[in-house]
């Protein structure tokens, strides 16, 4: 609806509204699809020993580069399939707040300009255009309601992106999808209102920890089945406990052939960290490692290892 305001005595008044014209009504009604989990950008101290992690022990290849001018790498694209990333990012960006090594997420759309208008027309503070990214591909950067860098990424034909299909995907890929990312988030009804609200993620599982507190809140993307976690919590956390907090979930089929399979591995003798497969609260097998810096990389598998789905948690969120 168009508000249309008037002036009384100096002062202005709300005095009725009148509906849009088609085209604007369209574009606040319409949003175009979210299909999946893109890409988790990280900052790293060490590329060197980032890389060590990320390919030599989980056996991924990067797919390309972007460099500085003066020829050093400013972003490593570690390339899990031909839709999903890691983006290893070797500057903190200069709007970092209280991020740990999160740098920010990705999803994936086959229309960034659609997002764009949708969001605008949902009050969302975005850039007047979509940016052309260097590897040829549309982007769209706003912030999430705690301050979370976002990114929609609209993959174009004549990208390095599409351009490397079906290159650099070796056999000794530990996963080839990314389950989930998982980010902090403050006052959950204030995310709910953005992300289901706005951009249509759907809830379908929620967790605690204790049983008296919410702690996770799944959400899948509204056309696809990646899923974003909420991760709950009350106070501020520091670096590590942000590293645990802000995650990558791989997803893998069997996690006793994932581990053995690691444990093989040249570099898994510069990985002194113990590998322990434990059940989660979902009823899922997992297991966590920590890239050199700090920043969780969760292994999980598709089902619960009963075969029976684990009841939502009734349990409040934190205060």
Not at 240 to 269: E, F, S, Y
Not at 292 to 310: F, I, N, W
């Amino acid at each position: 609806m168009r508000r249309v305001l008037l002036p009384v005595l100096g002062v202005v008044l709300i005095a009725f509204s009148l509906p849009l014209p088609a085209s604007h009504a369209a574009d606040a009604a319409q949003r175009p699809r979210i299909l999946g989990v893109a890409h988790m950008a990280l900052y790293v101290t060490d590329i060197g020993l980032s890389r060590r992690f990320y390919e030599g022990l989980l056996g991924y290849a990067e797919s390309h580069t972007l460099k500085r001018p003066d020829g050093s790498d400013r972003i490593v694209f570690i390339k899990i399939n031909d839709d999903q990333f890691i983006e290893l990012v070797t500057e903190l960006p200069k709007d970092a707040q209280n991020e740990g090594h999160l740098h920010h997420i990705g999803f994936y759309t086959d229309s960034a300009e659609g997002v764009r208008r949708y969001l605008a027309s949902r009050q969302v503070a975005v850039p007047e255009t979509v940016a052309k990214t260097q590897n040829g591909n549309l982007i769209l950067n706003f912030k999430d309601p705690d301050g979370h860098g976002i990114e929609i990424v609209q993959y174009e034909p004549n990208s390095r992106t599409r351009q490397n299909k079906g290159k650099y995907l070796p056999d000794t890929r530990i996963s080839t999808h990314i389950y989930h990312v998982g980010v902090t988030i403050g006052p959950l009804e204030r995310a709910m209102d953005f992300y289901h609200g706005i951009l249509g993620f759907n809830e379908f599982w929620r967790g605690s920890s204790s049983g008296k507190v919410l702690s996770w809140v799944n959400m899948r993307v509204p056309d696809g089945d990646d899923y974003l976690e909420f991760m709950l919590g009350s106070g501020p956390s520091d670096a590590k406990q942000l590293g645990v907090k802000n995650h990558i979930c791989l997803v893998v089929p069997n996690l006793d052939d994932a581990v053995a399979k690691l444990q093989t591995r040249v570099a898994a003798a510069n990985y002194t960290q113990p590998i322990q497969i434990r059940t989660g609260v979902n009823g899922k097998r997992q297991a966590n490692l920590f890239d050199p810096d700090g920043t969780r990389v969760e292994l999980m598998e598709p089902q619960p290892a009963s075969g029976k789905p684990v009841p939502s948690s009734t349990a409040p969120p934190p205060q």
